[in-house]
């Protein structure tokens, strides 16, 4: 039986950047959000795992995370110059954690 590499390591590399696709938002949990004058973060993992829920409620994993490693794909074969959109549910979380009045660094 042939063990074919180049397959091999197509497996690798796309299970390399499936696991890569998971959305983990660097919040910083000292600061404040610029738009607050006072600190109004103050439940953060309430805060992630209510915005994680309305991320499974409004996108599908599977399609979302297929339509960014096709942009990933573009971009690295054209070395950069078309530029990856992020993922829609990446940009749901971030945007539901800084509406709760969280500094998301990412």
């Known amino acids: 039986m042939e063990i074919n590499i180049k397959k091999i390591m197509g497996v690798l590399i796309f299970f390399t950047l499936l696991t890569n696709c998971s959305t983990n938002l660097v919040v910083d949990t000292k600061g404040r959000s610029g738009t607050f004058n006072k600190s109004t973060a103050h439940e953060l993992t309430d805060d992630r795992i209510i915005c994680n829920q309305i991320v499974k409620e409004n996108v599908n994993g599977a399609i979302d995370n297929t ?3 096709y942009a990933k794909y573009i971009e ?3 070395l950069g ?3 990856a959109k992020e993922r829609k549910a990446t940009k749901i979380n971030r945007n539901c954690l800084t509406k709760r ?3 998301v660094l990412n």
Do not use: Q
Request: aromatic content about 8%; charged content about 15%.
């Open 81 to 83: 110059l078309v530029k």
């Open 101 to 103: 009045g969280h500094a």
């Open 67 to 69: 339509k960014y490693l």
């Open 76 to 78: 690295l074969a054209t």
